[in-house]
């Protein structure tokens, strides 16, 4: 934000800005926090907040915001693959070996995606009568280039500026198959890329696209004698491929035999080859962790080199005496913090350091190993640095040796390595030609200039990782001013994920069959994917809005995200970091449950009530495990309940519930006394332990108690029900009377607990979470109606800020997602003092999806100016200039946590749907005149839609894909409409409605359930 934009108007400003809001949701906004409350930093000024509801433009992104653009094109789960600002494709996660993506300064960093592939694709266009021009479509030959990303949907328009123009307009369209329901068909190892090509000229031209591609098969053994790669032209349904695979090299062994020498191990237990200086060594190596270390395990023998000691203040060095390299690589163990050349093993040869590593803040050794082989021969030194006295400022290094064969090489069959399989580039074109091995992209592009044609040429293998290009050319004839798309289709199939093997290998045995696939249901599955994104865009909010909610969808086409051979969808928090769907963090996330919920009904039935369900006390293990989060054991309860409303029928209920019981059993036993408080220790998502009653996870536990009431009213357990109703209702109770303080939720940490790693008085921004999971499940309040606005208005007031800088400034955060002069909602603040000496962890943090959370919870509340003021900020700092707009971070890239963001979508709709039920509403939170949106059900998804007058209004749901069944509708009117009467017609027929009213909720319950198909509508016309 500029500092013109920044000035100290709060709640006053919002309040004359709101926009109508629906009748039901009360008072157009809510009480303001107490003018006394100390916020964290300046607020946005009232221009930038009426901005922010204005409907806008579709966002073409050009020039700098080029930059960082990585937009998931893969298929869900089916690894991660990049379309980068100018269209190339980068990242290539696709081979099961993903990196733990880090951290703060490690993540949220500008940067231009990269690519281990080369890759590419170019245009040859040959007018009547003239010269053929060629040039790749890339920011090499393109200097004006556009994108437009509406995930699932990237659009490049290749346009120039000082660069020489084509006589032709090129655009690609690139994605992958994106159906919300279909989650079969959204989750294939496929990138579909669409060139749309038109003649602008008045002459007929010939027009043709080459797309090239790296093999990638295996390319970490590279060096191994046994194995080539291998590079096939291959015709199948789907037009002509290069497949690429490995061969078998005849008549070569495999790997020699390893040698080694060991340089130090210090298993003689003394420094005897090294010169110390400085405290962290100590007279001796370590004998293994050292006080209030972590474990250090994976030692070599007794002794190893561990610079904790006295903690990481100590610093020093330590240097080995001069040795000769005699063997291609030097290994050694190491770990500790990941301080690049201040927490290392440093490989010195002359007087430079020619290799370096560092740890990576865990205490677990690993294997590293170096190719020196530029060196053999030559005398090297060893330098162990610990020049770091902040968190994880040491290093343990052990067993450093030379070897002929790095130690974490794979020795096995090549059909056992992760990266195993094989890849494809497919031209989707009857004639089209293909090359199977370029030599070079020069030769690749001198033959293609030549004719517009390639010939399969050689397609022997050659040594494993050499550069040679597969290559496809679909070409076209074009007509003056005519358009003609060239399609093709880059597909993958690496289904060796180590123990869990990958769900598409269920359905393919290649990745020509996957390009067959794909090719044979081209139509469908283009047209739906448009029609996703099409409803989706279709709306009347603010553009920057829907866009916005939508990127964090594109997580699920990541690396974060698996779905195992077995059925289970399976998920880091955020990219290689911290496994096992982790319930705390899943807690936020709304995109499978909403979109694929058939991937969310397998994560509860077979991890939380499967491999992590502890049958004997009703445990759900947080990480699949046996260890319990409070907060993730009763978001679980929300979740099963969730994924029962989203089901078309109670077959997911009536299969989950006998463990659901247990898993609530589970939290009555951590309550004690039925009091409706959990006031012992509970871990949650803020890696700590809350002690004492506190609503972030006691607000969760109350919604928690009202989901299991109504699951348990569904199973004909009226005493059960009963039972957590009557818990329910004195939690309630008591959390007023004890938690209020006023303006919001406190926790009390009971008296003689110490205060660490608590928040007292502090104002959580978390602390009504159970409230937005209880409007987004259809429970209505939890809290007292006043009570829930005016603390999310003490939240929006004391959290959020325009500028993070001056409050980070005085409260520096552990790890940076947001930077000095952008807006951020910090975790915790305490405006009214009493601040631990060491609060809870990453209190002055700023998440993306507690953002989200808040500010779908604000929607339901018809908090408006506050949610979308917080929702912009994530925006502006995600902006393509700075950060990759699909990669919100947290603990990793593509932090799970991000997708909260549809729970926004629902918010701000007022959404309410009970599958089973047949229950389906929505109350807009702006707009109320004229007002339209995406929504999903069970079976079916399309567009919610409401148009009011002065004396009525009508309510369409529209179904765009598959189906809907209802038989019970809900809306909101006018708070000042007189008696309401309604007209219901389904498809085009009438059907007889019962009018009840429940101040402005109005529910229409129908003479007989109807189902409505695709172009249908259920229309009602509500008249007062
Ligand atoms: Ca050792
Ligand atoms: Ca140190
Ligand atoms: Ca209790």
Request: with cysteine; hydrophobic share 40%.
């Amino acid at each position: 934000m500029n500092s013109t934009r920044l000035a100290a108007v709060g709640l006053a400003v919002a309040a004359i800005l709101l926009l109508p809001v629906a009748a039901g949701a009360g008072t157009s906004r809510a009480p303001g926090a107490d003018a006394g409350l100390v916020g964290p930093g300046p607020k946005a000024d009232a221009a930038w907040m009426a901005s922010l509801t204005e409907r806008g433009q579709r966002k073409v992104y050009s020039g700098a915001e080029l930059e960082t653009l990585g937009m998931p094109c893969g298929g869900i789960a089916a690894g991660q693959l990049y379309v980068r600002g100018d269209g190339t494709l980068a990242q290539w996660w696709i081979f099961n070996s993903v990196p733990h993506t880090g951290f703060g300064d490690r993540c949220y960093r500008t940067y231009r995606p990269p690519s281990p592939l080369e890759q590419g694709f170019a245009i040859r266009v040959k007018p009547e009568g003239a010269a053929a021009v060629v040039r790749k479509l890339c920011r090499d030959d393109f200097d004006a280039i556009e994108f437009i990303g509406e995930y699932p949907i990237a659009e490049i328009r290749y346009r120039t500026k000082e660069k020489p123009a084509l006589p032709v307009e090129v655009t690609a369209e690139v994605f992958s198959p994106f159906i919300p329901l279909n989650a079969r068909d959204s989750a294939m190892p496929v990138t579909v890329l669409v060139f749309k090509v038109k003649n602008t000229s008045a002459k007929a031209a010939e027009a043709a696209v080459a797309g090239w591609l790296q093999n990638g098969v295996c390319l970490d053994l590279a060096g191994r004698g046994d194995i080539l790669s291998r590079n096939r032209v291959v015709r199948g349904r789907a037009g002509l491929s290069v497949q690429m695979d490995l061969a078998a090299a005849p008549g070569k062994p495999a790997a020699e035999a390893p040698r080694v020498t060991v340089i130090d191990d210090f298993e003689d237990g003394t420094y005897g080859k090294w010169t110390i200086t400085g405290d962290c060594f100590g007279p001796k190596p370590a004998a293994g962790t050292l006080e209030r270390q972590q474990p250090v395990s994976g030692r070599q023998g007794q002794y190893l080199v561990n610079t904790f000691l006295g903690g990481d203040e100590p610093q020093g060095t330590a240097i080995a005496k001069p040795f000769k390299i005699t063997e291609p690589y030097l290994a050694f163990l190491i770990s500790g913090g990941s301080h690049a050349g201040k927490t290392c093993l440093n490989l010195r040869v002359g007087d430079k350091t020619v290799r370096t590593a560092a740890g990576k803040d865990k205490e677990a050794l690993e294997m590293q190993s170096w190719d020196v082989r530029e060196f053999l021969g030559q005398e090297a030194q060893l330098e162990i640095v610990d020049r770091e006295s902040g968190p994880w400022g040491h290093i343990n290094v052990d067993y450093i040796h030379l070897t002929n064969v790095p130690p974490t090489a794979f020795r096995n069959p090549p059909e056992q390595h992760p990266g195993f399989g094989d890849m494809a580039i497919t031209a989707m074109a009857p004639d089209a030609t293909a090359a199977a091995a370029c030599a070079s992209e020069e030769a690749l592009l001198a033959a293609f200039a030549a004719d517009g044609r390639l010939a399969a040429g050689d397609d022997a293998p050659y040594p494993l990782g050499a550069k040679r290009w597969g290559a496809a050319v679909a070409a076209v004839a074009l007509a003056p001013g005519e358009e003609k798309t060239l399609t093709f289709l880059v597909t993958w199939y690496f289904p060796n994920r180590p123990k869990t093997g990958r769900m598409y290998e269920n359905w393919f045995k290649s990745s020509v069959e996957v390009a067959d696939y794909a090719a044979a249901n081209f139509d469908r599955l283009s047209a739906e994917t448009h029609l996703f994104r099409d409803t989706y865009f279709d709306t009347t909010l603010p553009y920057w809005l829907a866009a916005r909610l939508a990127m964090p969808v594109s997580t699920l086409a990541t690396e974060t995200c698996q779905w195992w051979k077995d059925g289970r969808f399976y998920a880091w928090e955020g990219v290689g970091c911290c496994p096992g769907t982790c319930t705390h963090v899943w807690n936020y996330e709304h995109a499978s449950g909403r979109l694929f919920p058939e991937l969310a009904r397998s994560t509860r039935l077979m991890q939380d009530l499967g491999a992590g369900f502890d049958e004997a006390t009703g445990l759900v293990g947080f990480r699949g495990n046996r260890a319990y989060a409070a907060d993730g054991q009763c978001g679980t309860i929300l979740k099963i309940y969730r994924e029962h409303l989203m089901s078309a029928d109670r077959t997911f209920l009536d299969a989950a519930w006998p463990k659901a019981r247990k898993a609530m059993d589970f939290l009555l036993a951590h309550d004690g006394n039925d009091d409706g408080l959990i006031e012992d220790s509970q871990h949650n998502t803020f890696d700590i332990n809350f002690v004492g009653p506190n609503t972030f996870v006691g607000s969760l536990y109350l919604a928690a108690l009202r989901a299991a009431e109504e699951m348990a009213r569904l199973q004909s357990d009226k005493a059960l029900a009963d039972r957590y109703r009557a818990v329910f209702e004195k939690g309630r109770a008591l959390t007023c009377e004890k938690l209020w303080n006023g303006e919001y939720f406190v926790q009390k940490i009971p008296p003689g607990q110490p205060d660490k790693h608590q928040y007292g008085d502090g104002c959580l921004a978390d602390q009504v979470f159970g409230q937005g999971w209880a409007h987004q499940v259809g429970l209505g309040y939890i809290y007292p109606q006043d009570k829930v606005r005016m603390a999310l208005a003490s939240v929006f007031k004391c959290n959020w800020t325009s500028d993070i800088g001056p409050y980070n400034q005085k409260w520096p955060p552990q790890r940076w997602f947001a930077r000095p002069g952008e807006a951020g909602l910090f975790t915790c603040t305490w405006p009214k003092g009493g601040r631990p000496a060491e609060p809870v962890l990453y209190r002055d943090e700023v998440w993306t999806g507690i953002e989200y959370q808040v500010a779908g919870n604000m929607l339901y509340e018809g908090m408006v100016p506050e949610a979308l003021a917080i929702i912009r900020g994530v925006h502006e700092r995600y902006n393509g200039t700075k950060y990759n707009p699909w990669n919100e971070v947290e603990c990793g890239d593509h932090y799970a946590r991000a997708m909260a963001s549809w729970g926004c979508l629902l918010g701000i709709e007022g959404y309410v749907y009970d599958g089973p039920a047949g229950l389906i509403g929505f109350a807009p939170r702006v707009q109320a005149g004229d007002f339209k949106a995406f929504f999903t059900a069970a079976e079916g998804w399309g567009s919610l839609v409401q148009k009011r007058r002065e004396a009525g209004q009508t309510n369409r749901i529209e179904v765009a894909w598959g189906r809907l069944r209802a038989r019970t509708l809900v809306f909101e009117v006018d708070k000042g409409a007189g008696q309401v009467k309604a007209a219901v017609t389904a498809a085009g027929r009438n059907v007889a409605a019962e009018v009840t009213r429940d101040g402005a909720r109005v529910t229409l319950a129908l003479a007989a359930p109807v189902e409505v198909g695709r172009g249908e509508a259920v229309e009602v016309a509500l008249t007062w």
